[in-house]
């Protein structure tokens, strides 16, 4: 098994992120000097995806005109000797093969996918959640890719959560393979309490085989009437092999204020040019407070 796809479903409504989502798309939105539809880019090229289907909705064009070329901008830029900013700007539409296919309604994650059955085929592929942005020492995506190319099976992403929080995701029903590795027996999406069956949830990357879109073509819509990807693999751990890792890294949901504030200011920490400064201004501000 070889994973060179990826999809990113991107064709939320972003609510819990209004009012500056209303007509900037939520994967727009700026973490340091970057959107963060493009750390999700890199991090599926860093784990060796040549093509990446990125799932949009009507008002979501501002993400195929990020990753294209700007002939002028270049052009003024160069005209002024700016040429590690033209390098900067070009570097964005070079990335990666990227294609975009719209999800006419927003039907639920599980519609999402569905909607790239035909640039997959029948190969394997991944799938980057754009909310979900990763701070690991190997991709996260490439994690999980090693796993499934050695089971030759679908994989998902976890992490353990806490029991207030995993009302927000799903709870997955494992059984031990080896360290970080697990086979799921069972899922359900947002789980009551008494309906938990472990703290493990998925966190916004998988590795699945296609197998998972004639099951998605006719799944009824579940929680909160949208077709849930969590429902589809449900039946597909009944029909062949689903495995879970427990990957390696730090996952911000930059989907909710917190999570996103989060992640600007670690980044932002990280930055090369901008850290020192950033330190600096976190501890007068700590002292001031
Ligand atoms: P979320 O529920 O986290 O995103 O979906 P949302 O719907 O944009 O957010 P809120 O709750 O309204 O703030 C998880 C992922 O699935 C995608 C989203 O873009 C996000 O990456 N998604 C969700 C779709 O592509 N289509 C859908 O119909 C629903």
């Known amino acids: 098994m070889k994973i060179k796809k990826a999809i990113i479903p991107a064709a939320g409504l972003g609510t819990r992120m209004l009012p500056a989502t209303k007509t900037i ?35 979501k064009s501002a993400m195929d005109d990020y990753f294209d070329y700007h002939p002028e901008l270049e052009e003024r830029l160069a005209r002024a000797g700016k040429h590690a900013e033209v390098d900067i700007v070009r570097r964005t539409a070079d990335m990666a093969n990227i294609f975009y296919v719209r999800q006419k309604e927003t039907k639920g994650l599980g519609h999402a996918i569905w909607r790239a059955k035909h640039f997959v085929g029948n ?12 701070h ?22 976890v992490q353990r959560v806490s029991r207030q929080a995993i009302a927000k995701y799903c709870t997955l029903g494992v059984t031990p393979v080896r360290e970080r590795c ?3 027996t069972k899922l359900i999406e947002k789980p009551r309490p008494d309906q938990v069956i472990s703290d493990f949830a998925i966190l916004g990357r998988y590795v699945l085989t296609p197998g998972i879109f004639d099951i998605l073509e006719s799944l009824p ?35 909710n204020l917190k999570g996103y504030l989060e992640v600007v200011v670690d980044f932002a920490l990280e930055h090369e040019e901008i850290s020192d400064w950033m330190k600096a201004f976190i501890k007068n501000k700590a002292e001031n407070l």
Request: charged share 25%; net charge negative; aromatic share 8%.
């Open 221 to 255: 819509a579940g929680y909160g009437g949208e077709v849930q990807l969590t429902d589809g693999l449900n039946i597909l751990c009944g029909k062949e092999r689903v495995m879970a890792y427990d990957f390696i890294g730090k996952r911000y949901d930059t989907g």
């Open 123 to 134: 190969e394997p592929f991944a799938v980057l959640l754009g909310d979900d942005i990763m």
């Open 182 to 184: 697990y086979d799921v």
């Open 136 to 157: 690991a020492q190997k991709p996260v995506t490439k994690q999980l890719v090693e796993i499934a190319e050695e089971y030759d099976c679908s994989v998902v992403g």
């Open 25 to 59: 798309p939520k994967e727009m939105l700026p973490i340091v000097d970057k959107p963060s539809i493009q750390y999700i880019i890199e991090e599926a090229v860093a784990s060796g995806i040549e093509d990446i289907l990125v799932v949009t909705n009507r008002a």
